[in-house]
């Protein structure tokens, strides 16, 4: 299994408040994406990094932000929390782009 | 914007039947990757099938591609309980550096 850990694996938060999601994995991959899982949509891509300091948009990243310093940690921010955002999160790595992606085990975010 | 429908969405079998799951896509295909997702759990990498016309077996998996690259489907032989799960199907998306993912087929094989 590819070495990716999240944390923390749940949150309840409160409406307006700031949440910081971990992604750190130990394969040294360029790739990494953060995802959300919602029932009847899917997984959707909030943003991506192709390398430290490297980012950019997916479908939907409004009210999301992202940071990586690191090559192995890769930060998604929700700044002001909303019940929109209650979801599951998933962190992604991949050695080459557009290519086989590995997955954390997901954080389930509650926003009150 | 590259559109993949899976289908069924839902599918409840008893173990020892076989089934049959399809992802249609509105473009051709790049890369074809097939995820299963149990419950809790992230998405993990079944396979991937780039070829049209291309035939994977895993197991009791079999992966088929469309000759025109617009289609594929994953028939599983005597599904076992083991076999639950969400199961994916995604695209690269051309040149890009990202997957497009369809919204997936639940199976819930009872023993």
């Known amino acids: 299994d590819a070495g990716i850990t999240q944390s923390p694996r749940h949150k309840v938060t409160e409406t307006g408040t700031p949440v910081t999601l971990r992604c750190h994995q130990t394969?040294?991959?360029?790739?990494m994406y953060w995802y959300r899982q919602d029932p009847g949509h899917g997984l959707r891509l909030i943003h991506y990094s192709y390398g430290v300091k490297d980012t950019d948009k997916g479908e939907v990243s409004d009210g999301y932000s992202v940071s990586r310093s690191k090559t192995e940690d890769f930060l998604l921010t929700l700044e002001s929390a909303t019940s929109s955002q209650t979801s599951v999160y998933f962190c992604?790595?991949?050695?080459?782009?557009?290519?086989?992606?590995?997955f954390g085990p997901g954080t389930r975010l509650t926003v009150t | 914007t590259q559109l993949l429908e899976q289908s069924p969405q839902f599918l409840s079998i008893q173990e020892g039947e076989n089934l049959t799951v399809y992802c249609n896509s509105s473009s051709v295909f790049s890369s074809l990757q097939w995820y299963r997702q149990e419950p809790g759990e992230g998405p993990v990498l079944l396979v991937t099938?780039?070829?049209?016309?291309e035939v994977k077996k895993l197991k009791r998996l079999t992966f088929q591609f469309g000759d025109a690259r617009k289609d594929s489907s994953l028939h599983i032989t005597a599904a076992q309980p083991g076999d639950t799960g969400l199961y994916l199907c995604a695209d690269a998306q051309g040149d890009t550096d990202k997957l497009i993912f369809g919204t997936g087929t639940r199976l819930q094989v009872f023993p």
């Open positions: 099938v780039v070829t049209g016309g």
């Open positions: 992604a790595i991949s050695g080459r782009p557009s290519y086989e992606q590995y």
């Open positions: 394969e040294n991959h360029r790739y």
